[in-house]
RNA sequence: UCCCGAGUAGCUCAGCUGGUAGAGCAGGCGGCUGUUAACCGCCGGGUCGGGGGUUCGAGUCCCUCCUCGGGAGCCA
């Protein structure tokens, strides 16, 4: 396909003339040398022009520029050492497409208040596009795992019927059939797919309307839930591991220029391999009450905890089979010791926290019918996901992990707002 | 919802025990032939978040409301 010359592509053309079209990003002058720096999503390049060289009109075109004009900018490709990237255009001519008077978000400080309310604009600065290129590395990542590993990507429902605590949904009305819920996880459908097609996952946005004011909270995010028959906890956790392992390993591998424009130290990075650290939720209290915890046995465990914990690992870890009583009522209770359930969250280093939340899910239909009991859940919205086990109940298990929140380690961020182009708060839904 | 913190120039902030508004950057003009958030000189720019109160006098003290940020809970 023909397309237009990249600056990505420029280095290869030394010598020749091209024409390149992008946004202003910086201009600077020194009395009778200029220099402008022109971005167009696949790189930077400075153009440089010389006054004596270049005719009284293109100056005094190139004089005015402001930042974020969109321009044509025509000229010679030549290397030269003190230019950023080696290369440079020696402008030659220069067409003004569009105009851009009174940019608001200068190359200064700002708050990041006025920085997400011009978050549309926002996106076009050098790290913003270098976290955007990291994110879609990591979904393209995720992606080709699965597509590798033969998983069937199956695309889940968002608007649900309620299906037992309805708070923290988002709710709409549906026509004659009463409200309908914006879906909190795709899980129980890739767990009906999964009987269907062996390996499945979701991927796509998920909702939750919690009132969250935390660095790893959105009301609106990215979770891919794979789903496997005849996987058990353990095998789970082989599956987490590698597929974390890839998708971390892909990212420094395609996306190096990007993390270093982030300034993220990739050390740590780097030692992000099969297998993971392992303990079990007993060992972890444990383990924190010996760090002077004042935590107790059958306590789900908070942030602090979560990032406590991770600190004692130089990679991420799995902490497994919690109590029954702090986690969701599908996870398969644990024959060796009926407390607790055969979970696992996967948690980052570098205080990142959860990234995935997983286990067996239960496949016995009298004991998850008593589940949904003691839970205390609308049985009837619940009959066809019962009916996976009153028809061929087999083992599977399967995981949560949150895109964002990869994102935002892998990248260094120190909020995960900041991987979403258009991130959804509480108190932020514009623009 | 709860606990902290913050709202002063376009942006980021300073402004002491109350005395009548300041800096850097951005913008405008001028200078500079290798800049990297360039630099140097000059200039314009304000209902101090809203309302009420105390006071001779409030950006400053008190009350109240609004907005935003951080954390808790919930979770990915």
Excluded at 17 to 35: A, C, E, L, N, P
Excluded at 148 to 169: C, H, K, N, W
Excluded at 210 to 238: G, I, Q
């Amino acid at each position: 396909m023909q397309d237009h010359i990249r600056i990505r592509d420029l280095p290869a053309r030394a010598g020749e003339s091209v024409t390149v079209r992008g946004w202003v990003m910086t201009t600077r002058f020194s009395g009778k040398i200029g220099f402008v720096v022109l971005r167009d999503g696949t790189g930077y390049l400075q153009m440089v022009i010389s006054k004596s060289e270049a005719g009284q009109a293109l100056w005094e075109t190139v004089r005015q520029l402001t930042q974020e004009t969109s321009v044509a900018a025509s000229g010679s490709i030549r290397a030269d050492a003190r230019s950023p990237a080696g290369v440079e255009l020696a402008l030659a001519d220069l067409q003004v497409i569009g105009p851009s008077a009174d940019f608001p978000i200068t190359p200064k400080e700002h708050g990041t208040s006025f920085l997400f309310e011009h978050r549309h604009l926002w996106l076009r600065s050098r790290r913003q596009v270098a976290i955007l290129k990291v994110r879609h590395e990591v979904e393209q990542a995720i992606r080709d795992y699965y597509h590798r590993e033969g998983f069937y990507l199956v695309d889940s429902p968002i608007l649900t019927a309620a299906q037992g605590e309805a708070g923290g949904m988002f709710e709409t009305e549906y026509f004659d059939l009463g409200k309908a819920y914006l879906a909190q996880t795709g899980q129980l459908y890739v767990e009906a797919a999964a009987a269907a097609l062996g390996k499945v996952y979701c991927f796509g946005p998920t909702f939750r309307a919690e009132k969250s004011k935390t660095r790893r909270h959105l009301t609106e995010f990215w979770m891919c839930e794979p789903e496997v028959a005849w996987y058990d906890s353990n095998d789970n956790m082989r599956l987490q591991e590698d597929f974390v392992s890839y998708v971390v390993g892909r990212t420094l591998e395609r996306r190096r220029e990007e993390l270093k424009e982030l300034e993220r130290d990739t050390s740590t990075l780097e030692r992000v391999t099969p297998p993971f650290h392992r303990i079990s939720y007993n060992d972890a209290v444990a383990k924190l009450k010996a760090l002077g915890g004042n935590i107790e046995w059958g306590q789900d465990l908070g942030g602090d905890e979560e990032t406590q914990l991770a600190s004692q690992f130089d990679k991420p870890v799995f902490v497994f089979n919690y109590p029954k009583e702090v986690k969701a009522f599908y996870m398969k209770r644990n024959p060796d010791d009926p407390r607790t359930v055969l979970n696992n969250d996967c948690l980052a280093p570098e205080g990142y926290g959860e990234i995935i939340g997983g286990s067996q899910r239960e496949d016995d239909y009298d004991i998850l019918l008593s589940r949904i009991r003691e839970e205390k859940l609308p049985e009837e919205a619940y009959g066809w996901y019962l009916d996976l086990r009153r028809y061929g109940t087999f083992v599977h298990s399967g995981f949560g992990l949150g895109l964002e929140r990869t994102v935002g380690w892998i990248c260094g961020t120190p909020h995960i707002r900041e991987v979403i182009a258009f991130p959804r708060m509480m108190h932020r839904l514009w623009p």
